[in-house]
């Protein structure tokens, strides 16, 4: 239905400003906003639907992203062999070295040899006698002209050869930095192949995790009674009461609570307001399970459980506002979702809320009556179909029925500042279709 996906990108919008469900209530109550016919529509106008994917398009995504993976990890294996390449003996690169080396281990030991000879015929030149003949002489000195000649070209080989050598050594370095940058780069891509994976898979076990929309429908009742005053550090009781009003058993059945504190008079609600300040911890029990239990986001609501045609399940739901809150007004709500072995399942339109003084502590409570729930009419969205927000312990079916209230205290339901606070304080994504629980089906 449109209004899940409406509600969904409401959301979206509360993460970064919660405000927009306060102050802006009124765009999200009507699935088509009307503009004139110059008007062109804005972003925030335009069909949710068509920003949200489909089955097959989540299946697609995931399929083109394993794609792009598996060719970064290959593209990657082959960037690191590459590499690896560079130091087989085989390599082109590699073998010039080798032998640009020996040779030049060649040339130096052939310019060693002629240094040794010049410096022989040099020595021979100094220990000829004093009687030496010309000839002599001019023997030594044309041994020493010999091998000095010998030596300046067995110096100028290694020279050579060591240039060889170098030119050889730098080509196989540049060759390993830049095989490197692609083992580099090849590695980023694969990176992020795999984030782009892991959030398409996300996505896509997201919505399977959605699956089909539940409708509302009147197969459960919620019935919620308790004081209309709690005072500030002290524990306050409230009943609830769901029933089943089908005409089967219902297979499996779950209930959930929220409770907050509204804002007071003039008190500004913005992008900078702490959400979690108005949130009022809930506990709940029940005949069967006696010690109160705290929602939380693995535990997240009531497990009635199967209820049979006409049954009731009572629960106790006990909520401690902070011993220094201030005085209010305070609201407490609950609602139901069921789900049937054989698929079926549906979302109770019975909302209830109930709303309480606060007391400072400290001050004596003005006596009052225990009121049944529904003392204002619940909130409702024009479109129909199912509008939740999120509930205490982070569990995203939150059937809602009415308009949307804005900011400050009064006597009607804040939903904006119950689906905007929940979202701030992270007690999971709100999601505007009913969760399939694990096993429900089996």
Same mark, same amino acid.
């Given at each position: 239905?449109?209004?899940?996906?409406?509600?969904?990108?409401?959301?979206?919008?509360?993460?970064?400003?919660?405000?927009?469900?306060?102050?802006?209530?009124?765009?999200?109550?009507?699935?088509?906003?009307?503009?004139?016919?110059?008007?062109?529509?804005?972003?925030?106008?335009?069909?949710?639907?068509?920003?949200?994917?489909?089955?097959?398009?989540?299946?697609?995504?995931?399929?083109?992203?394993?794609?792009?993976?598996?060719?970064?990890?290959?593209?990657?294996?082959?960037?690191?062999?590459?590499?690896?390449?560079?130091?087989?003996?085989?390599?082109?690169?590699?073998?010039?070295?080798?032998? %640009? !080396?020996?040779?030049? /281990?060649? +040339?130096?030991? =052939?310019?060693? @040899? #002629?240094? $040794?000879? &010049? *410096?022989?015929?040099?020595?021979?030149?100094?220990?000829?006698?004093?009687?030496?003949?010309?000839?002599?002489?001019?023997?030594?000195?044309?041994?020493?002209?010999?091998?000095?000649?010998?030596?300046?070209?067995?110096?100028?080989?290694?020279?050579?050869?060591?240039?060889?050598?170098?030119?050889?050594?730098?080509?196989?370095?540049?060759?390993?930095?830049?095989?490197?940058?692609?083992?580099?780069? %090849? !590695?980023?891509?694969? /990176?992020? +192949?795999?984030? =782009?994976?892991? @959030? #398409?898979? $996300?996505? &896509? *076990?997201?919505?399977?995790?959605?699956?089909?929309?539940?409708?509302?429908?009147?197969?459960?009742?919620?019935?919620?009674?308790?004081?209309?005053?709690?005072?500030?550090?002290?524990?306050?009781?409230?009943?609830?009461?769901?029933?089943?009003?089908?005409?089967?058993?219902?297979?499996?059945?779950?209930?959930?609570?929220?409770?907050?504190?509204?804002?007071?008079?003039?008190?500004?609600?913005?992008?900078?307001?702490?959400?979690?300040?108005?949130?009022?911890?809930?506990?709940?029990?029940?005949?069967?399970? &006696?010690?109160?239990?705290?929602?939380?986001?693995?535990?997240?609501?009531?497990?009635?459980?199967?209820?049979?045609?006409?049954?009731?399940?009572?629960?106790?739901?006990?909520?401690?506002?902070?011993?220094?809150?201030?005085?209010?007004?305070?609201?407490?709500?609950?609602?139901?979702?069921?789900?049937?072995?054989?698929?079926?399942?549906?979302?109770?339109?019975?909302?209830?809320?109930?709303?309480?003084?606060?007391?400072?502590?400290?001050?004596?409570?003005?006596?009052?009556?225990?009121?049944?729930?529904?003392?204002?009419?619940?909130?409702?969205?024009?479109?129909?179909?199912?509008?939740?927000?999120?509930?205490?312990?982070?569990?995203?079916?939150?059937?809602?029925?009415?308009?949307?209230?804005?900011?400050?205290?009064?006597?009607?339901?804040?939903?904006?500042?119950?689906?905007?606070?929940?979202?701030?304080?992270?007690?999971?994504?709100?999601?505007?279709?009913?969760?399939?629980?694990?096993?429900?089906?089996?």
């Amino acid at each position: 239905m449109k209004i899940r996906r409406i509600l969904a990108t409401a959301v979206a919008a509360a993460v970064t400003t919660p405000v927009v469900f306060l102050s802006a209530a009124p765009a999200f109550a009507d699935t088509k906003p009307t503009t004139s016919p110059s008007q062109k529509p804005t972003t925030t106008q335009d069909d949710p639907d068509e920003d949200m994917p489909s089955l097959e398009e989540l299946r697609a995504a995931v399929a083109l992203a394993q794609k792009e993976y598996d060719e970064a990890v290959l593209d990657l294996a082959k960037a690191k062999d590459d590499l690896k390449a560079l130091d087989k003996a085989d390599n082109p690169l590699k073998a010039a070295v080798t032998d %640009a !080396q020996r040779a030049a /281990d060649e +040339a130096a030991a =052939k310019k060693t @040899a #002629a240094d $040794e000879a &010049l *410096a022989k015929a040099e020595k021979a030149v100094t220990e000829l006698p004093a009687d030496a003949t010309d000839e002599q002489k001019k023997a030594a000195a044309d041994a020493v002209t010999a091998a000095k000649t010998a030596a300046d070209e067995a110096a100028a080989a290694k020279t050579a050869a060591d240039e060889k050598l170098k030119k050889a050594s730098t080509a196989l370095a540049d060759a390993s930095v830049a095989a490197s940058k692609v083992v580099g780069l %090849a !590695q980023k891509v694969k /990176d992020a +192949a795999s984030e =782009k994976l892991d @959030a #398409a898979k $996300e996505e &896509l *076990a997201f919505f399977e995790e959605i699956g089909e929309e539940c409708e509302e429908d009147s197969a459960v009742k919620i019935a919620l009674t308790g004081p209309k005053t709690v005072t500030a550090g002290e524990p306050a009781v409230f009943s609830l009461r769901v029933t089943n009003t089908s005409d089967q058993t219902l297979d499996s059945v779950h209930a959930f609570a929220n409770a907050l504190r509204l804002p007071a008079p003039g008190e500004e609600i913005d992008e900078e307001t702490d959400f979690a300040k108005h949130i009022i911890p809930i506990e709940w029990s029940s005949d069967d399970v &006696l010690e109160w239990t705290e929602f939380t986001e693995k535990f997240d609501s009531i497990e009635v459980g199967k209820l049979a045609k006409g049954a009731s399940y009572d629960v106790k739901l006990r909520l401690t506002v902070d011993a220094k809150a201030e005085a209010g007004k305070g609201v407490i709500f609950g609602y139901s979702e069921y789900e049937n072995n054989d698929g079926s399942c549906g979302v109770g339109e019975d909302y209830k809320d109930l709303n309480f003084d606060i007391l400072a502590k400290g001050d004596k409570p003005k006596p009052k009556p225990t009121e049944t729930a529904t003392p204002t009419p619940a909130p409702t969205v024009t479109s129909g179909g199912n509008t939740q927000t999120t509930q205490q312990g982070g569990s995203s079916n939150t059937p809602v029925n009415g308009t949307l209230a804005a900011t400050g205290a009064n006597d009607t339901l804040p939903l904006g500042l119950a689906a905007a606070g929940a979202v701030a304080l992270g007690a999971g994504a709100l999601v505007v279709a009913r969760r399939r629980k694990a096993g429900a089906q089996a």
